[in-house]
């Protein structure tokens, strides 16, 4: 394993602790983007380029796009709100670090690594034909859950504005 | 990366479940609607590290990615669809905290 | 041929958007129950060799890999007699017309997932099938918009979601040991090399996603919250089917193609099975709402189908598939009762209710052959799948099980009993002295699926020769 990859997967666990941990909603969707964003790279880094575009531009920018703006509807926090908030968050989440260190501690030093015998795979193919060629059932699903996803949309946001 | 499969797989194993371990804590610590969004989110996250792990590994990167593609693409509109109950919610209670919203018991 | 299942309903979807909505409103309705009616009609009465007879006419362009066998065709017939039911139910008890266009449409569209999630043979593509249903599904519950609704509809977003990762970590780990995420790829690597722990952990991961969107009993506290918040014809479908898709049909389908039953497998499908049983009956008993008690029947009786699967015989698959019918229709059944109920006296609550036996006469009658179809009650229908089950237990050795399965059939004939008394018996409670038998086309639909109670409990030959036979062979 090459120290780039361990510094990212690394970086990784960091980003999405920080996600976890910090107070205000928008910091977290900022930490959730940038895990997004860090695990791109990763996917580059694993010999596939066009997913990690995709990850890329789709749930880093557009999921934070949702979560930015359901936020900015909705969470109007008064300063000692968010002074209470910060120590009940404390008190919860401090155990989390403490969590994972024991737990990887725990895998690193008394697991050994599962019994793995690799398949034989076709050699390589492209991406864009087994989406294409192969994953017929899928391109149907994506279709269907997008149509449904217009449903969701025409329905749970487009009488919002006319009641208002 | 030239290393043993096997070392590799184990490294962003233990990773993966840590970063999962974070995802879940954050599911079951929060009181806050969109929190528990994010979380999902993190999980999400690791299980899409998986797949392309395992693609990598198998050497088999083109059915991982398009698994990965069709993946986000309902992620998203599950989101979207999270996100207007979410609204609608806020604007019942005036609030996204769930602890108010204990109407429904099991 | 059989892709027209998914792909006549999405074109029916398509066009009824792209039209004038003048028009579209009142077709929408009459097409959506055409197709489902056309499936029905399709289903029952051809054989499996019609349908491999005929090669896909769009093979060539757009393979979607689907295949049929005899639980496809148990699975697709009850599918499309609960979409039907669930449609009339939504068209007389949803006053709006624009939401009853958008009911329509979503119903639809689950029914697209459904049928397809019963004819794929890819691991990802029933992932992705099962989340058409579900976020179609979150959108229904919803759809009413008050504040319990919505809570519902989060409630069954979060936990479909934590299943979602579930499922989605155990096909990365199948991926990583076979290569690929077709059943037949996952059973190659599988039964080549008798798996180890990381094909244990897949497997678990999976059943344990699978025991959550079902509803079963360590993860059902969310079922009733959606049941009982959702609009009434919305949970005629949840009910109906979409808690048996992934407790009954994806169980039964992994365990004759993707993962062999291992005796430990076993052991687990029978606990969670008898666990549901029993808590579902027992939750059942203590409830006051109409709706909820359904749901936690609903439990109990995809415990039954569970326990089935884990006995593991022949016969045991052939009684699993029938109930999985069985069930679908006498939830259907007692859910319609439930929006006549509601539609009538305006409450849900139990205890609200009192002496309608005199106001709604055929209510009153389906909704008894509806429980007692539940609990076992010869000759409905019920009575002939729950005495295979027992009988297969009792043949693969395992008493215990099978007491526990007879004493719970008791209990639920128990709480059948206590609700048609609050219900219908005894003097007529206050204000409801308007209330009479809610529409002709409700009536219609009750009696209908009564009449189907009953007559497959009498013919019980015939369903169990031509679609349950076939089930059993598929095993082995």
């Known amino acids: 394993m090459a120290a780039i990859d361990l510094i990212l997967i690394i970086m990784l666990l960091l980003t999405s602790l920080w996600t976890v941990l910090t107070i205000r909603l928008i910091r977290a969707v900022v930490g959730l983007a940038l895990t997004s964003a860090i695990l791109s790279v990763i996917m580059f880094r694993l010999g596939s380029p066009l997913a990690a575009v995709f990850e890329l531009s789709v749930c880093s920018g557009l999921i934070s796009v949702i979560f930015v703006t359901t936020i900015s509807f909705t969470s109007r926090v008064s300063k000692e709100r968010l002074f209470v908030r910060r120590r009940e968050r404390f008190v919860k989440f401090w155990y989390l670090p403490l969590i994972l260190i024991v737990a990887g501690f725990l895998l690193l030093h008394f697991s050994h690594p599962p019994a793995l015998k690799l398949p034989v795979t076709p050699a390589g193919q492209d991406v864009r034909s087994v989406l294409w060629n192969l994953r017929h059932p899928d391109l149907l699903g994506q279709v269907i859950v997008l149509l449904a996803g217009a449903f969701g949309v025409a329905i749970l946001f487009k009488e919002d504005t006319h009641e208002r | 990366m030239s290393v043993e499969p096997l070392q590799l797989f184990w490294y962003f194993g233990i990773f993966i479940i840590l970063i999962s371990i974070c995802g879940v804590y954050c599911i079951l610590a929060t009181f806050n609607l969109i929190r528990a969004l994010i979380g999902f989110e993190i999980l999400v996250k690791a299980a899409t590290l998986l797949i392309i792990l395992a693609g990598y590994l198998t050497g088999n990167q083109a059915l991982a990615q398009a698994l990965v593609i069709t993946l986000i693409v309902i992620e998203v509109v599950m989101m979207v669809v999270a996100g207007g109950i979410v609204l609608w919610l806020y604007r019942y209670n005036q609030t996204i905290d769930t602890r108010k919203l204990s109407n429904l018991k099991g | 041929m059989v892709s027209l299942f998914i792909l006549a309903p999405f074109a029916a979807a398509l066009i009824l958007n792209l039209l004038p909505k003048a028009l579209t409103h009142r077709l929408a309705f009459w097409v959506a129950a055409g197709l489902a009616l056309a499936q029905a009609a399709l289903v029952a009465f051809h054989p499996l060799l019609f349908w491999s007879a005929y090669p896909d006419p769009l093979g060539p362009f757009f393979n979607l890999q689907f295949s049929l066998d005899g639980l496809s065709l148990v699975t697709l017939l009850s599918i499309a007699i609960v979409v039907l039911a669930t449609l009339v139910a939504g068209r007389y008890t949803i006053t709006e017309e624009s939401k009853r266009f958008n009911f329509t449409n979503l119903v639809l569209i689950t029914l697209m997932g459904m049928n397809a999630v019963a004819m794929t043979t890819d691991l990802f593509s029933l992932y992705v099938f099962l989340e058409v249903c579900a976020i179609a599904l979150f959108i229904l519950i919803a759809l009413k918009k008050d504040k319990l609704a919505l809570e519902g509809a989060f409630k069954y977003l979060i936990l479909s979601a934590i299943a979602t990762v579930l499922m989605l970590f155990s096909i990365a780990l199948f991926l990583l040991l076979s290569g690929g995420v077709s059943f037949s ?227 639920t004939l128990g709480y059948a009993l206590v609700m048609q008394r609050k219900i219908f018996f005894g003097g007529l409670a206050d204000g409801l002295q308007q209330a009479k038998e809610a529409g002709i086309g409700l009536v219609l639909l009750e009696s209908a699926l009564a009449l189907v109670v009953i007559a497959v409990g009498i013919g019980f030959a015939f369903m169990y020769n031509n679609f349950m036979l076939p089930v059993g062979e598929i095993v082995f």
């Open chain 3, 185 to 411: 790829v996952i059973y190659g690597a599988l039964s080549g090399s008798g798996g180890g722990f990381l094909a244990k952990l897949a497997m678990g991961l999976f059943l344990c996603g699978l025991f959550i969107k079902a509803g079963l009993a360590p993860f059902h506290a969310w079922l009733p919250d959606a049941h009982s918040s959702a609009p009434s014809a919305a949970s005629v479908l949840l009910s109906g089917m979409v808690t048996k898709i992934p407790g009954a049909y994806i169980l039964m389908r992994l365990v004759t193609s993707v993962f062999p039953l291992n005796p430990q497998m076993q052991n687990l499908l029978m606990f969670v099975g008898v666990f549901s049983i029993i808590i579902g009956a027992q939750g059942a008993f203590y409830q006051h709402n109409f709706k909820r008690m359904l749901a936690y029947s609903s439990v109990s009786q995809v415990g039954y189908i569970v326990l089935a699967l884990g006995c593991g015989t022949p016969l045991a698959f052939a009684g699993a598939a029938f109930h999985l019918f069985n069930d679908a229709i006498s939830k259907t059944l007692l859910f319609v009762n439930a929006c006549c109920l509601e539609k009538e006296t305006g409450t849900v609550d139990m205890d609200k209710m009192g002496g309608l036996g005199q106001r709604m006469p055929i209510t009153n009658f389906s909704c008894l052959v509806g429980a007692f179809s539940a609990a076992g009650l010869p000759p409905l229908a019920g009575f002939w799948s729950k005495f295979i089950i027992i009988l297969a237990l009792m043949q693969a050795g395992k008493p215990v099980y099978a007491t526990v399965a007879i004493l719970a059939s008791i209990l």
